[in-house]
């Protein structure tokens, strides 16, 4: 990958709010607007993949109306994945089918999309705060 | 497509430990090496839980 680790772009303060809002709308984005290139590819293609294998294990994707706490939980996790939970949850793309092992390992993996991601967002933010190369 | 589960599996393994390898390490180096550890560990860990449940499923 092409990136210097030795020079941090900025560690401007409202810099860290645009990447933390950015690097979890669009997983990578924070680390793209710091011109972290092959960081914010492996991202974005990482959090995709899991979003992608949970629909089509045919998991279930929380919404805000849950009122059950580990529903609750389970909502906060996919919600960390940005727009690969909107589209998710607003397409018709994968009918839920807990039934079967399948959609309850999709669940988990989609959870997992959301936690990675928001990994990534915090790691952008460390970045931009010149916290971390 | 719907993936069976050694799929699934694979997939998992293969991209928590690429992204695990981009968050924890700076070079080419040592991110390859750690992602091809935490694959196999991902994989020898699954096929030996696995094995150790087998006689609970009959």
Request: with cysteine.
């Amino acid at each position: 990958m092409a990136e210097n680790p030795k020079q941090p772009v900025s560690r401007h303060p409202a810099l860290a709010a645009v990447v933390a809002l950015g690097g979890w709308l669009v997983p990578g984005l924070g680390h793209l607007l710091l011109r972290q290139w092959g960081r914010a590819g492996v991202y974005f293609f990482a959090v995709g993949a899991l979003a992608f294998t949970g629909l089509a294990l045919r998991g279930n994707i929380f919404s805000a109306a849950s009122r059950d706490a580990f529903d609750i939980l389970g909502f906060l996790a996919d919600l960390g994945a940005g727009v690969f939970y909107f589209a998710a949850k607003f397409s018709a793309y994968g009918d839920p089918d807990v039934s079967r092992a399948a959609g309850d390992y999709g669940t988990r993996f989609f959870a997992t999309a959301g936690v990675l991601n928001l990994l990534c967002a915090l790691e952008a933010v460390a970045i931009a705060r010149g916290k971390k190369l | 497509m719907k993936p069976n589960h050694l799929q699934a599996l694979l997939v998992f393994a293969l991209v928590i430990s690429v992204a695990f390898a981009f968050l924890t390490k700076h070079k080419p180096g040592e991110r390859l090496r750690y992602a091809l550890w935490a694959f196999a560990a991902f994989l020898l860990v699954a096929v030996v839980l696995g094995w150790l449940m087998y006689p609970l499923s009959r």
